[in-house]
């Protein structure tokens, strides 16, 4: 009986042992280090072909748990570095030691923004950049719309401020302001559903901040049927995920100008399948010009929660933005010379780098709301987005080769724009004539009853000021895929709403032109505290409006992609929008004798007062469809080499700007043909990368129809058109191990090729349309272990026409912007970064299109800031 005991006590020992033995984990391990010996944070480490890898931490150290002894190819990829795979051997217990080196190009990295699936740059048929938070913090972005600066082929007028960016993509015109015809997306979905709504631009509810992993942008190509209303392109904000345990904190303050900022973000895994990402900003500060108050404040809160099943993954997403952003207008610049050779430059009392027409003596405007109610509002709101959105994303691998991807996205948007707008200016005895008084007075400030000197210049303003009260949207986009062999097949749906809800409620004021705190003036008993106008009787009191609609977009569409051989990839795509816009708008009426600030007595600037005329509201009820198409070829002469082709054509619907004119009848319909606009593209590319160079070429053609309008002379214009434009985009990057260069150059030759309401513009170059752009950035770096750097960026144009005249010319230009950063210790790192440190003039819009020669004239124009200094101290975790 004991015999038979022990005997079982050592079967127990042997098959032990044997499980053991058979089913034996081991551990792969090791260290992963940069060109300079540094630890590379944040590395992906994964074995191919399996679900086991991780992300290197802090100090660059992986381990890959319970592998089965083997043959794997092990492989590391990261942002901005090029991916390593290896053949490894794991027998036991096995360390493996890696060194990344910097692609400055990232020809490998994987596309994601306006493709149908993913795949590396090299592979793909389109054109698209990707900007890192490395680059964009060596380009010294004073804003989010100066982020776009450093992105090949984008052309971003960002001297408006935070927001309210001009932008627009291989000579596809900006006729009026925004980004009509490319679409602004947080993590594959948009922000707005139309880049150009009036006083409500898709960049105002866009923030940038360290959250934020990547910026990628795509051009044309494909993006008229992967996106709605996007037929120009798309630029993607993607947010890290806490998939890499690490987070930073970033206080930035102004040296030479009123800004302090706070950033944050920190992720991390929950579990093996859980990880969270959170972060956000804060900042408070006068900004880079003069407002005599504190004209940015607020702040941006993010986070998103990633859940990873066997075989797929979903994640939520959550944002709130309440931020306070100064809005720059154009300003008085002094303009002598001719008009094909001016000269720009600064009023005595006026610096066209740093003032601004803001004031503190310029901080309440009465008026009348949109139904008739007293209204009290603040000048320093300026572009204020209120924003909370919340979203999700679903990826499944449904088994058999078939695949399902689901996105969506609810934005709560609503908030304010108010900004002083210089319709006219001129000398004050002219106005003083006009209103029948002797001569104007100081309404406040310290020479308040004052007369002011006739022969001083004035500045007629128009307060654009909108209520933004709902601007929410939802998107739904559903993809299905199914892969037959080498032949890939696509099939979604896209649902949108979009809610436009605003009103204008506009009033005028005489101000001096003065750029520190400049005073109101009154005009005898014509005017109360400066205000002479509760409208804009200048413009025919045509800016009192309201807009109260709903624009419902659907857009089924199919995709093929075909892979010929080894070496040719083909694909197919073709979208159908469809669309309603419904709701109501009524512009301006006048009441007389309308006590408006209710003291008891009708003033003289209450005896004629717009307000929103709503017994008379008009219908908004149209329809718009169009067919967009891609067809694009991608053929890869060698491993570092390939060739690309497309031919696109994509639409655009009109929304808010195609009210308050000809183009929608009274009974709601719109004329025909002018619902939606169309832009029709062919592009041709070279791609390349050998050793430390990397380079890409494409040569395109465009040609867009376009209905809209804008303000010019005494009244808003309308503008009816086509254009075509052709030209080439260049983008190179070298890399050593301490010193690295890159930049862009695109070329354009544009022209209005036909033009409804003035035909004497046809054959013209568009206004603003520069015959090139370019940007460059080049960075060394220096110390015993190659961890600090110092760099430049410059960013450039060539000479534009001011306006559609082609009469005055806005020079060209290139701004300098130096940064040197230093670590202290591991983790922690200071940096000095200047814009424009050479105090550049660079003129981006003009309201003028000729001047009178040889002479002093006074233009309205938007110029780029003038120099500023921040200092920033990082810490890295």
């Known amino acids: 009986m004991k015999t038979n005991l022990q005997f079982k006590k050592w079967i127990t020992v042997v098959l032990l042992f044997a499980s053991v033995f058979i089913f034996a984990q081991s551990t792969v391990s090791g260290k992963v280090t940069d060109e ?33 002894d083997g043959k794997y190819t092990i492989v590391l990829s990261a942002l901005g570095y090029k991916t390593i795979k290896q053949e490894i051997t794991v027998k036991g217990n096995t360390v493996f030691n890696f060194t990344v080196v910097e692609d400055f190009a990232e020809l490998e990295e994987i596309v994601v923004t306006g493709v149908m699936n993913p795949k590396s740059k090299l592979e793909s048929s389109v054109s698209v950049s990707s900007v890192n938070t490395k680059q964009i913090a060596e380009a010294a972005p004073r804003a989010t719309a100066e982020v776009f600066r450093s992105i090949p082929g984008i052309k971003s007028e960002s001297t408006g401020g935070e927001g309210n960016a001009n932008i627009t993509v291989r000579g596809i015109p900006v006729a009026s302001g925004g980004g009509k015809f490319l679409q602004l997306h947080e993590d594959g979905l948009p922000v707005m559903q139309f880049g150009d709504v009036a006083f409500g631009n898709s960049d105002i509810f866009l923030r940038y901040d360290q959250t934020v992993s990547r910026v990628e942008a795509i051009r044309g190509g494909s993006a008229s049927t992967l996106a709605s209303n996007s037929p120009g392109g798309i630029i993607n904000f993607i947010s ?26 920190y992720g991390t895994p929950l579990s093996e399948s859980l990880s969270l990402h959170v972060g956000g900003f804060y900042r408070q500060g006068e900004g880079p010009r003069n407002t005599g108050y504190t004209s940015n404040l607020g702040g941006q809160f993010k986070a998103n929660l990633t859940k990873e099943f066997e075989k797929g993954q979903v994640r939520l997403y959550f944002k709130y933005l309440n931020d306070k952003a100064v809005g720059y207008l154009p300003m008085p610049v002094n303009v002598s010379g001719t008009n094909a050779n001016p000269n720009w430059s600064s009023l005595s009392n006026f610096d066209i780098l740093k003032d601004s027409q803001h004031s503190a003596l310029f901080l309440d405007n009465l008026g009348v709301g949109a139904d008739g109610q007293p209204r009290r509002s603040s000048m320093a709101d300026g572009m204020r987005p209120i924003a909370t959105s919340f979203g999700g994303e679903i990826s499944f691998d449904l088994g058999n080769d078939w695949k399902v991807e689901s996105r969506f996205r609810q934005n709560y948007h609503n908030g304010r724009f108010v900004s002083p707008f210089p319709a006219e200016i001129q000398q004050a005895s002219a106005y003083a004539t006009e209103f029948g008084v002797p001569s104007l007075t ?25 209520d933004i009260n709902n601007f929410n949207n939802f998107t739904n986009d559903l993809k299905l895929s199914k892969k037959l062999g080498d032949l890939n097949l696509s099939a979604g749906y896209y649902r949108a709403l979009q ?95 309308l006590d408006v600030n209710n003291n008891g007595t009708i003033e003289g600037n209450e005896a004629n007062v717009s307000v929103v005329d709503n017994a008379n509201r008009l219908p908004i009820n149209y329809d718009f469809n169009y067919v967009s198409y891609s067809l694009g070829a991608n053929y890869l002469l060698n491993e570092n080499q390939s060739l690309f082709a497309r031919h696109s054509k994509g639409g655009r619907a009109n929304a808010d700007r195609l009210l308050f004119g000809p183009s929608v009848l009274p009974s709601g319909q719109a004329l025909n043909g002018l619902s939606a606009d169309e832009v029709t593209q062919t592009e041709v590319g070279f791609k390349h990368r050998k050793g430390s160079l990397s380079l890409y070429a494409t040569g395109f053609f465009a040609k867009t129809s376009e209905q809209n309008w804008d303000f010019g002379g005494s009244s808003p214009r309308q503008i009816r058109r086509e254009y075509d434009a052709s030209g080439v985009e260049l983008e190179a990057y070298y890399g050593k191990k301490k010193f690295d260069i890159g930049g862009s150059v695109t070329w354009t030759d544009a022209k209005i090729a036909k033009d409804f309401f003035n035909p004497n513009f046809e054959g013209n170059t568009p206004r603003r349309q ?49 940064y040197l950063r230093f670590e202290l210790i591991k983790g922690l790192s200071a940096s000095l970064n200047v814009n424009n440190v050479f105090n550049t003039i660079g003129i981006t819009e003009a309201e003028e299109g000729s001047i009178t020669e040889n002479t002093n004239n006074v233009v309205r124009a938007r110029s780029i800031n003038g120099r500023t200094t921040s200092l920033t101290i990082a810490y890295k975790f």
């Open 770 to 818: 520069a015959d090139f752009i370019y940007n460059a950035n080049a960075s060394y770096k220096f110390g015993k272990s190659n961890n600090h750097a110092f760099g430049v960026s410059v960013i450039g144009t060539t000479k534009s026409f001011a306006q559609d005249n082609n009469d005055l010319i806005m020079p060209g230009y290139a701004y300098f912007n130096p």
């Open 36 to 68: 300079s010996g540094q630890p590379a944070l944040g590395i992906n480490v994964f074995l191919q072909n399996t679900k086991k890898g991780m992300a290197t931490d802090f100090d660059g150290n992986f381990t890959i748990k319970n592998v089965e």
């Open 442 to 466: 100081y309404a406040n400030g310290v020479n308040a009853g004052q007369n002011f000197n006739n022969n001083s210049l004035v500045m007629r303003i128009h307060t654009f000021d909108v």
């Open 499 to 593: 809610n436009i809800s605003m009103s204008w409620l506009w009033n005028s004021y005489l101000m001096e032109l003065e750029g520190n705190n400049a005073a109101l003036l009154n005009a005898g008993a014509a005017s109360t505290n400066g205000l002479y106008a509760y409208g804009v009787p200048f413009w025919g009191n045509c800016c009192t409006r309201n807009y109260d609609a709903v624009y419902d977009i659907k857009a089924p569409y199919v995709g093929a992609e075909y892979k010929v051989n080894d070496k040719i990839n083909i694909d197919l795509s073709v979208r159908f929008d469809s669309g309603t816009a419904r709701g109501t708008y009524a512009g301006a009426t006048q009441a007389t004798n």
């Open 240 to 265: 890290k995920n806490g998939k890499t345990e690490g987070g930073s904190i970033t206080q930035q303050v102004g040296v030479d100008y009123d800004d302090s900022r706070t950033d944050f973000e």
